[in-house]
T-cell receptor, first 111, second 117 residues
Framework: GEDVEQSLFLSVREGDSSVINCTYT??????LYWYKQEPGAGLQLLTYIFSNMDMKQDQRLTVLLNKKDKHLSLRIADTQTGDSAIYFCALLWDAGNMLTFGGGTRLMVKP | EAGVTQSPTHLIKTRGQQATLRCSPI?????VYWYQQALGLGLQFLLWYDEGEERNRGNFPPRFSGRQFPNYSSELNVNALELEDSALYLC????????????????FGQGTRLTVV
């Protein structure tokens, strides 16, 4: 099955850029997603990218996909304290129509 | 427009009991997905329903079951509860266009936190 790995923790200062990384093993995924989870809450879809794209930008968010290295990243520009949360990457398996999630990266933004 | 709603928000059960969790999808969405978020285990896919049918199932024992109603809402039932079933159960919904239902966006509810004591 698919393995999706994320680093556990990232700490940045307010105003800096944050880069959250995700690696995966199976290249057959068609869609790759980033979700945000705040304490005690569900998952909020931030953005997604098709597997035939290399980059997608959406306001402060930039998603980069390196299919050769099976590496997905989420860059948050001008990180704010409100961005503190857990960020999950997720890959869609079309065959089973289910998302496989990474373990999540806890982003802490220091003022 | 209302998002995905789940009830109850918290549920406490004793070992061996049954739990029923409910989910109402976004209007117009026909697919409902259930995920378990247990401490230390991340998010695990449980079930996918579309048009009242179970379309896919994750690697969970048969005591995890569910159904989808004609109005596309869904129930997740967990029988013979075990302590390790304690988790946040998340429901998501999306439109289904035949092949790649999550081809754009799947929206998640706030979850039901199930505690088994």
């Amino acid at each position: 099955g698919e393995d999706v790995e994320q680093s556990l923790f990232l700490s940045v200062r307010e105003g800096d850029s944050s880069v959250i990384n995700c690696t995966y093993t199976d290249s057959s995924s068609t869609y790759l997603y980033w979700y945000k989870q705040e304490p005690g809450a569900g998952l909020q879809l931030l953005t997604y990218i098709f597997s035939n794209m290399d980059m997608k930008q959406d306001q402060r968010l930039t998603v980069l996909l390196n299919k050769k290295d099976k590496h997905l990243s989420l860059r948050i520009a001008d990180t704010q304290t409100g961005d503190s949360a857990i960020y999950f990457c997720a890959l869609l398996w079309d065959a089973g129509n289910m998302l496989t999630f990474g373990g999540g990266t806890r982003l802490m933004v220091k003022p | 427009e209302a998002g995905v709603t789940q009830s109850p928000t918290h549920l406490i059960k004793t070992r061996g009991q049954q739990a029923t969790l409910r989910c109402s999808p976004i209007s117009g969405h026909t697919s409902v997905y259930w995920y378990q978020q247990a401490l230390g285990l991340g998010l695990q896919f449980l079930l996918w329903y579309d048009e009242g049918e179970e379309r896919n199932r994750g690697n969970f024992p048969p005591r995890f079951s569910g159904r989808q109603f004609p109005n596309y809402s869904s129930e997740l039932n967990v029988n013979a509860l075990e302590l390790e079933d304690s988790a946040l159960y998340l429901c998501a919904s999306s439109r289904y266009t035949g092949s790649q239902t999550m081809n754009t966006e799947a929206f998640f509810g706030q979850g039901t936190r199930l505690t088994v004591v």
